[in-house]
């Protein structure tokens, strides 16, 4: 078990960066969605083959069971020079090496370029007029006395650079540190507009503005939006030699506890790093320093560090600043050739192996298990602090797909989101319940990934269909769509799964509750027009009704809304108690909106609607959508560009499987029907939709038009057998 984990993470270490190149790069997503393939598009294939060795590897070693070894000295599929060199022949590789794979996974989006709007931004805007940010006090220049003050007797400050671009993803960081209780803070504004806003909040700040940047090109892969995703690298040479103690932190992060501490537990480290691993060698209860880290093996993760100050330190630290002109990638992959090159680089025998000596025997270096210094893997989808008996300290929303859209659904995911108040309460939402598919009883025992593959996208698909039901539902009754929990039987990864688990994480059960991100391009529910990309869509995060900030009276104020087979009228409805008290009305199934909206109608004092597909046997019966052939084909372009894709099988199995140009698989919303195609053959006569389909004969007990509400109110005992009958 250890020697797995050992060679999986020297496996790891030579993916990582590559992987990074892909992650949440909002260039992929879109090409993934827009080419609505399977099968990707370059960039996604340049990492792939990047990985597919080393994947291949790890599978072999670990198909039939997990405590199956891989041999130490197995040779290394890819190492950092093959890397490099696959980079210069391979103009995508090379793109993703020079413009900064990092800079995509850890948010660091060129200044000026506008992000689509999503929900929150525009909550914002319409909270916030927009104040006159072309004046106002701003921070004061970068002091010492600044940082002095702010440190204080601790001796320690952390540091962090905000912009406009992720202005929301810094008050988000601002909420958890103040929470977590640091107070020795410092923030660099890289612009003049975050300048004013920190100031006018009161925040400690100094400004730090590259203005050459501008003119060397802000668009993604070009010079000046390379040197802003080094601005970190350069604000942190120049507050090196103050003397302190630091915490540097990206701002698509969250910490949950004062990082001093490790600084002062750990007297002969210098710098203390996160990694990008999927698992951990330390044993659980132990909240120790990662027990199998070697620098030269291992990716660790420069968006989150503790740096003890000394001389050799600031030497490090300005090295890797200059190191900027010569080396043409992000900056982790920089800090990487800085720290691996030269001569001694090496553990320290025990009882002090944790800790590496590194750069020319000149620092002293070692990692938090993934367990502590979390990532959106390790902390959602493997829940691995619990497995691990530890307390997390920060987690960093890597690990995510489709661009700052995906992080940002994942730290709601994750309830670390903080959304203005009106997010939470207004107006009222609409839920589905997911029928859901029993777990096969030795699921967890499976080997073969295809037949989890297929388990994978089989459910999927229906449960994608149900939500695409509710979604409509939530549409025409004008409430936010509440995501339910879908279930996945497999990740998604950027490169081919080992049981369905990133090769180096197979001991979390499956399945999980799906990421929003693997299923969903969370940028593309509200964006474009309506002629374009369709009708909107409001939605809330699964989680939403047990997010603390969600109110009480949201949360308690349920109405099951059950269409029933067993209801044999066309206009009326059933009340009943379900079995946990809830109210549950029965409705007539396949109603269309103009049908189903009236009856529901008095109910609409209740905050949450809950569909649920328990009285009809399949999810086309409980409610046949739009009464116009207009609103169902902006429903339906909507639709068509939500989903992203699940990714990757293994090249190597495509034939076995008959599975040939599958390795990708484009998700879809209406695998099994859609709306708007009962008013294909006649695109002009909308307003007669009135006639559902499937909807039987029976519909001429409700009486000439008017809604005649039946109401039958039953105890809760009553509530099984009469949903049955
Ligand atoms: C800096 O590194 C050198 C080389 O390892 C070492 O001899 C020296 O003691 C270090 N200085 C400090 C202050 O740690
Ligand atoms: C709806 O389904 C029909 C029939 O399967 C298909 O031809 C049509 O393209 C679909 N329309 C949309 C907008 O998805």
């Given at each position: 078990m250890?020697n797995l984990?050992l060679a999986a993470?020297?496996l790891l270490g030579?993916?990582?960066?590559a992987l990074?190149?892909?992650?949440?790069r909002?260039g992929?997503?879109a090409?993934?969605?827009g080419?609505?393939?399977?099968?990707?598009g370059?960039?996604?294939?340049g990492?792939?083959r990047?990985?597919?060795d080393?994947?291949?590897a790890?599978?072999a070693g670990t198909?039939?069971a997990?405590?199956?070894?891989?041999?130490?000295e197995?040779p290394?599929?890819?190492?950092?020079q093959?890397?490099q060199q696959?980079?210069?022949?391979?103009?995508t590789t090379?793109?993703?090496a020079?413009?900064?794979?990092?800079?995509?996974t850890?948010?660091?989006?060129?200044?000026?370029?506008?992000l689509p709007?999503?929900q929150?931004q525009?909550?914002?805007?319409a909270?916030q007029?927009?104040?006159?940010?072309?004046?106002g006090?701003?921070c004061p220049?970068?002091s010492?006395e600044l940082?002095?003050e702010?440190?204080?007797?601790?001796?320690v400050?952390?540091?962090a650079?905000?912009?406009?671009a992720?202005w929301?993803?810094g008050?988000?960081?601002?909420?958890h540190v103040?929470?977590?209780?640091?107070d020795y803070?410092?923030?660099a504004?890289?612009?003049?507009?975050?300048?004013?806003?920190l100031?006018?909040s009161?925040e400690?700040?100094?400004?730090?503005?590259?203005?050459e940047?501008?003119?060397?090109?802000?668009?993604?892969?070009?010079?000046?939006?390379r040197r802003?995703t080094?601005?970190?690298?350069f604000?942190l040479a120049a507050v090196?030699?103050y003397?302190?103690?630091?915490v540097?932190?990206?701002v698509?992060?969250?910490?949950?506890?004062?990082?001093?501490?490790?600084i002062s537990?750990?007297?002969?480290?210098d710098?203390?790093?996160g990694?990008?691993?999927?698992?951990?060698a330390?044993?659980?209860?132990?909240?120790?320093l990662?027990?199998?880290?070697h620098?030269?093996?291992?990716?660790?993760?420069t968006?989150v560090?503790t740096?003890?100050h000394?001389p050799n330190?600031?030497?490090?630290a300005?090295?890797w600043?200059a190191?900027?002109?010569?080396?043409?990638?992000?900056d982790?992959?920089?800090?990487?050739r800085?720290?691996?090159?030269g001569?001694?680089v090496?553990?320290l025998?025990?009882?002090?192996q944790?800790?590496s000596?590194?750069?020319?025997?000149?620092?002293?270096?070692?990692?938090m298990?993934?367990s502590?210094?979390?990532?959106?893997?390790t902390?959602f989808?493997?829940?691995?602090?619990v497995r691990?008996q530890v307390?997390p300290?920060?987690?960093?929303a890597?690990?995510?797909y489709?661009g700052?859209g995906?992080?940002?659904a994942?730290?709601?995911?994750?309830?670390?989101?903080?959304?203005a108040p009106?997010?939470y309460s207004?107006p009222?939402?609409l839920?589905v319940?997911l029928?859901r598919?029993e777990v096969?009883?030795?699921f967890?025992?499976w080997?073969e990934?295809?037949?989890?593959?297929v388990?994978?996208?089989e459910?999927l698909r229906?449960?994608?269909?149900q939500?695409?039901?509710?979604?409509?539902l939530?549409?025409?009754a004008?409430?936010p769509?509440i995501l339910p929990?879908?279930q996945?039987?497999?990740?998604?990864?950027?490169y081919?799964t080992?049981r369905?688990r990133?090769f180096?994480?197979?001991d979390?059960?499956?399945?999980i509750?799906c990421?929003?991100?693997?299923?969903?391009?969370?940028?593309?529910?509200?964006d474009?027009?309506?002629?374009?990309r369709?009708m909107v869509?409001?939605v809330?995060?699964p989680?939403f009704?047990e997010?603390?900030?969600t109110?009480?009276?949201?949360k308690?104020s349920v109405?099951?809304?059950?269409?029933s087979?067993?209801?044999?009228?066309?206009?009326c409805v059933?009340?009943?108690?379900?079995?946990d008290g809830?109210?549950?009305?029965?409705?007539?199934?396949?109603?269309r909106?103009e049908?189903?909206?009236p009856l529901?109608d008095?109910?609409?004092?209740?905050?949450?609607w809950?569909?649920t597909f328990?009285?009809?046997g399949?999810?086309?019966?409980?409610y046949?959508?739009?009464?116009?052939?207009?609103?169902?084909r902006?429903?339906?372009r909507?639709?068509?560009?939500?989903t992203?894709?699940?990714c990757?099988?293994?090249?190597?199995?495509?034939l076995?499987?008959?599975?040939?140009g599958?390795?990708?698989v484009m998700?879809?919303?209406?695998?099994?029907?859609?709306?708007?195609?009962?008013f294909?053959?006649s695109?002009g006569?909308?307003?007669g939709?009135?006639t559902?389909?499937?909807?039987?004969?029976?519909?001429?007990?409700?009486?000439g038009?008017?809604?005649?509400?039946?109401?039958?109110?039953?105890m809760?005992a009553?509530?099984?057998?009469?949903l049955?009958?």
């Amino acid at each position: 078990m250890r020697n797995l984990t050992l060679a999986a993470l020297l496996l790891l270490g030579h993916l990582a960066c590559a992987l990074r190149g892909d992650a949440s790069r909002p260039g992929i997503a879109a090409r993934a969605a827009g080419a609505g393939t399977s099968g990707g598009g370059g960039s996604f294939d340049g990492t792939r083959r990047l990985h597919q060795d080393a994947v291949g590897a790890a599978a072999a070693g670990t198909q039939a069971a997990t405590e199956q070894a891989l041999p130490l000295e197995q040779p290394l599929p890819l190492d950092q020079q093959q890397q490099q060199q696959q980079a210069q022949e391979d103009p995508t590789t090379q793109q993703q090496a020079a413009a900064g794979a990092q800079a995509a996974t850890e948010q660091a989006l060129p200044l000026g370029q506008p992000l689509p709007l999503d929900q929150q931004q525009q909550q914002e805007a319409a909270a916030q007029p927009p104040p006159s940010e072309t004046q106002g006090p701003r921070c004061p220049a970068l002091s010492r006395e600044l940082f002095m003050e702010r440190a204080g007797a601790g001796g320690v400050a952390m540091i962090a650079v905000m912009n406009t671009a992720q202005w929301d993803f810094g008050l988000n960081w601002l909420h958890h540190v103040r929470a977590a209780g640091i107070d020795y803070y410092v923030i660099a504004a890289a612009d003049v507009v975050t300048s004013q806003r920190l100031t006018a909040s009161g925040e400690p700040c100094f400004e730090w503005l590259d203005e050459e940047a501008p003119r060397l090109g802000l668009a993604w892969g070009q010079e000046g939006w390379r040197r802003m995703t080094w601005s970190k690298v350069f604000v942190l040479a120049a507050v090196v030699d103050y003397g302190l103690d630091l915490v540097v932190s990206d701002v698509d992060v969250v910490w949950f506890r004062d990082p001093r501490l490790l600084i002062s537990q750990h007297p002969d480290v210098d710098l203390i790093f996160g990694l990008d691993h999927g698992s951990s060698a330390s044993d659980p209860g132990d909240s120790g320093l990662e027990a199998a880290f070697h620098p030269n093996h291992a990716d660790f993760n420069t968006g989150v560090y503790t740096l003890r100050h000394g001389p050799n330190v600031s030497a490090w630290a300005h090295a890797w600043a200059a190191s900027f002109k010569d080396c043409d990638s992000h900056d982790q992959v920089c800090c990487y050739r800085l720290i691996r090159t030269g001569e001694g680089v090496y553990q320290l025998p025990p009882p002090n192996q944790r800790i590496s000596v590194a750069w020319h025997g000149r620092i002293r270096m070692a990692t938090m298990p993934v367990s502590i210094f979390q990532s959106g893997h390790t902390r959602f989808v493997q829940q691995l602090h619990v497995r691990k008996q530890v307390d997390p300290m920060v987690v960093h929303a890597t690990w995510t797909y489709n661009g700052l859209g995906g992080k940002r659904a994942r730290l709601r995911d994750m309830g670390l989101w903080v959304d203005a108040p009106a997010y939470y309460s207004e107006p009222s939402f609409l839920t589905v319940d997911l029928d859901r598919v029993e777990v096969p009883m030795s699921f967890n025992r499976w080997n073969e990934n295809e037949d989890m593959i297929v388990l994978h996208l089989e459910t999927l698909r229906r449960q994608l269909q149900q939500a695409y039901v509710g979604m409509a539902l939530a549409t025409a009754a004008a409430r936010p769509f509440i995501l339910p929990k879908f279930q996945c039987f497999c990740e998604k990864t950027w490169y081919g799964t080992v049981r369905c688990r990133v090769f180096d994480a197979q001991d979390f059960p499956l399945p999980i509750t799906c990421p929003t991100d693997y299923l969903f391009q969370p940028e593309a529910f509200l964006d474009g027009s309506w002629e374009e990309r369709g009708m909107v869509l409001d939605v809330r995060e699964p989680p939403f009704l047990e997010n603390s900030r969600t109110p009480e009276e949201v949360k308690s104020s349920v109405l099951v809304i059950m269409p029933s087979a067993a209801l044999k009228c066309r206009s009326c409805v059933k009340e009943q108690l379900g079995p946990d008290g809830r109210m549950v009305v029965l409705v007539p199934p396949s109603l269309r909106s103009e049908e189903l909206l009236p009856l529901l109608d008095p109910y609409r004092s209740y905050r949450v609607w809950r569909l649920t597909f328990g009285g009809v046997g399949s999810a086309q019966r409980a409610y046949s959508g739009f009464s116009r052939g207009e609103e169902a084909r902006a429903f339906d372009r909507r639709m068509a560009h939500i989903t992203t894709s699940w990714c990757c099988r293994r090249e190597e199995e495509l034939l076995r499987y008959h599975k040939q140009g599958e390795i990708e698989v484009m998700l879809s919303m209406t695998p099994h029907f859609n709306y708007s195609s009962s008013f294909d053959s006649s695109p002009g006569g909308d307003g007669g939709g009135g006639t559902s389909t499937g909807g039987g004969t029976d519909g001429s007990n409700g009486g000439g038009g008017e809604a005649q509400v039946v109401k039958q109110r039953r105890m809760a005992a009553d509530a099984g057998a009469s949903l049955g009958g």
